[in-house]
């Protein structure tokens, strides 16, 4: 069972433009400019697709109108794509294609952005087709797409639905699939021109009197391609489209529709991009953990934002905060035109069982991350590090600086008392010392420096309880110095 979606105004809802007044997207076919998609303000007004410019602003002043944009578009639909994946492992998608590349094309165009997923096999998952159903239709709602959509036992069948279907509306549950293709229309069939006018000039109306001509008819009078593409819409034969593979990074690109020239204005923009970029993570089960954000400007070089987190993570509302923090401290050279998006390794998400009180949920070590993050964010990501105590002898790497829990390890060596106070460089001490147990002899290869020191835990004539040593490779030669080293608390 598949599942198809329909984005007729695709080219509009792609560009994300939440202003009040009413817009269009056009293109330019043959000298003339021509609406392809249009706001619903613009469609109560009378505009209808594939109409002239001038004629869509005589039925509507005030339009702002924007030229199609086609990656715009395709990187939209590869960030829907990865959304369908968290229903169906077996997604397709394509894009519409332009009036000129239409006319230049013998075989079915793609006349319309789509989107087809199989949904037989999560049937269960999801509690069944009713749920599953409005489960995708709240979330196409909340991202702001209008669609018609379909359901069929082959992408195809699905399509044809999807077509008479009206946007933004549920599809129905349909019993008896092969006598409801007969009664639809063979408008709804994506044919090739050639082939759709030949059968209107023939008399011929619904899919079910298509279905009824003998197999080699069809193929000498319309060609082979039309007798596979009917197979195809009946399920006997493999659907033959290319399907969607979740890429191993999360790359894409938004243009924006007026230059941005405050951090402030970026942090709005901001908003809707983490938000699709969570839906398309939760639809991957996957997180990320390095974000780097290109502001693309005019003239200007790219400014290169990098979002480190300390933990892996996918919600939209903590990528947010921390990209503030580092907005807040930013000064852009030039407004803003595009925003790119890159991430590093995407992550399988880690489930952990949940907690049997719903109020424990918000412990402090859930928030800690989201803290340490934000701290980063406003001091700089190497200001604030774990101080770790590694499996060494050696004072100078008795403890080291890392950058998460987890990299400190947990094996230790057992030696005598070491102080947390260490000197950077150690100063000779002067005065009477009053020694504290037995001296520590450290010793390392001549890999190491080659040090042999003894050291010794004394209490100074301040009654400071200082970590002192003596050398003695210099004790050889006759030095009874002491240098003081580190200090107890």
Sequence with gaps: ????????????????????????VVQTVAQRQQVIAASPEALAAGVTCDMGLADARIRLHGVTVHERHAAAETAAMKRLAGW???????VHWAIAESKIAE?????????????????????????????????????????GYRYSAGVGDSPQAALAFARVQSATRHPRPRKGLQSSLAGLPIAC??????????????????VGELLALP???????????????????????????????????????????????????????????????AVFLRGADSTIQTLRLSLIHDREPTTQLTLRLSAPSHDAHHLEAVAQERLAQ????????????????????EHTQQRLWAHASNTQDDAWPAVLDRLRARLGHDAVTWLAAPADHR?????????????????????????????E??????????????????????WHSGIRRDYHRAMDHQGRLVWVFRDLQAACIGERRYYLHGLFG
């Design 84 to 90: 369908a994946w968290g229903y169906s492992d077996q």
């Design 330 to 349: 930013l000064r852009l050279a030039a407004p803003v035109l595009e925003i790119g998006l890159a991430s590093d390794q995407l992550r399988r998400s």
């Design 395 to 423: 004072p100078g790497q008795a403890t080291i600086s890392v950058d998460c829990p987890s990299a400190a390890g947990s094996s230790r060596i057992d030696h005598s008392p070491r102080p947390l106070w260490m000197l």
């Design 189 to 206: 069939l994506d044919l090739p021109s050639s082939a759709a006018t030949s059968l209107a000039a023939s008399g011929l109306s619904q």
């Design 103 to 143: 006319s230049k094309k013998a075989v079915p165009h793609i006349e319309c952005t789509r989107l087809a997923l199989e949904i037989g096999a999560s049937l269960r998952l999801f509690g069944g087709r009713r749920a599953l159903l409005a489960r995708i239709r709240d979330d196409l709602n909340t991202l």
């Design 215 to 277: 197999p080699g008819t069809l193929a000498r009078r319309y060609g082979s391609s039309v007798l596979d593409y009917l197979e195809q819409l009946r399920g006997r034969r493999p659907h033959g489209l290319a399907l969607y593979r979740l890429p191993a990074r999360y790359t894409t690109r938004y243009e924006l529709i007026g230059a941005v020239e405050t951090t402030q204005g970026l942090v709005f923009v901001l908003r809707r991009i983490f938000s699709e970029l």
């Design 425 to 446: 460089h150690p100063e000779p001490i002067q005065g009477e010392l009053a020694w504290i147990g037995p001296a520590e002899r450290v010793e390392t290869g001549w």
């Design 1 to 24: 069972m598949w599942l198809a979606l329909r984005f007729v105004h695709w080219a509009l809802d792609c560009l994300a433009d939440n202003s009040e007044t009413p817009a269009l």
